[in-house]
């Protein structure tokens, strides 16, 4: 007979009490948890300004374009002296013309710019009503001429900024300049001209286009990847209480990877930072908060 076997009974009893009591603490602390479910990333819902841009496409053009043509008929080109894409001063000589009579006169650039086009050659005849010897874009200075709908042309003024991508260079930086009064009745858009901020040569006729700010608006936001798109509309799903709540929400402005919440969240509500398919209305999850940098 072994040692527990002589246990008298009144023992017995007293040691698997103690042993439930002891068990009893983990079993209420497994009912105090929350619910279990996925493990989600999330984050609080915050402002955030976005920009109003009207975007717009066009192509480059000289501000100012000066022909360059002699004053006398009758004249031949002796000597070309400049070529199209130098860059020129004014009163620079860029071509020597020879008289009827005998003689040279040299013909020089009126303005400081670069030449755009050249059709100096040596023997062509030269005359004050033919073709432009030289074509000087005016202190090298371009607009982007670009096409608005009507609806975005009412947001536009002189001195707004801009960001402008040319096809082939780098991005530069813009202004308007000046908005068409008018708009194109077939088409219904209307002409801007934004000046190009930039010591760089440009191409003219390349193709560009623009974002012009036209000022800003601060909202609520939430990173474009805790948006779900479906036949239910535009929802976002928030966290409350651990388990998933859907609301549907009004979208606006997009900038930096984020989206203005105009309804249907709130700031500070906590939103699932890459929204799934497979949370439902109600699913328990255990929420986790994204790192700062996430957003």
Not at 56 to 81: D, H, N, Y
Not at 104 to 129: E, R, W, Y
Not at 219 to 239: D, E, F, H, N, R
């Amino acid at each position: 007979m072994t040692a527990r076997d002589r246990l008298p009974a009144w023992c017995a009893l007293w040691l698997a009490g103690a042993l439930c009591a002891a068990a009893a603490p983990v079993r209420a602390a497994d009912e105090r948890e929350g619910p279990k479910g996925a493990t989600v990333t999330v984050l609080k819902a915050s402002k955030f300004c976005f920009g109003n841009l009207v975007e717009v496409s066009g192509i480059v053009m000289p501000r100012e374009e000066t022909q360059v043509r002699p004053e006398r008929f009758g004249l031949k080109v002796a000597e070309v002296m400049a070529d199209a894409g130098d860059s020129v001063s004014a009163g620079q000589a860029l071509a020597r013309l020879t008289l009827p009579e005998g003689g040279q006169i040299t013909v020089q650039a009126p303005i400081a710019g670069v030449i755009s086009a050249s059709n100096a050659t040596v023997g062509a005849l030269a005359s004050g009503k033919g073709e432009a010897l030289f074509s000087i874009i005016a202190k090298s200075e371009y607009d982007l001429v670009g096409l608005v709908p009507t609806r975005d042309l009412t947001k536009l003024q002189p001195n707004q900024t801009a960001r402008i991508k040319i096809v082939g260079a780098a991005e530069v930086d813009g202004r308007v300049r000046r908005v068409a009064p008018t708009v194109e009745p077939n088409s219904q858009l209307g002409q801007v001209f934004i000046g190009i901020v930039t010591n760089r040569r440009l191409l003219v006729n390349s193709s560009a286009r623009a974002e012009i700010k036209t000022g800003q608006s601060c909202g609520v936001s939430v990173p474009l990847t805790a948006i779900l798109y479906g036949s239910a509309g535009t929802v976002v799903q928030v966290v409350r209480r651990d388990r998933i709540e859907t609301r549907r929400v009004e979208t606006g402005l997009m900038s930096a990877g984020q989206v203005e919440i105009t309804s249907g969240v709130a700031e500070g509500d906590i939103v699932v930072a890459r929204a799934g398919a497979l949370l439902r209305e109600g699913d328990p999850v255990r929420p986790v908060t994204a790192a700062a940098d996430t957003k």
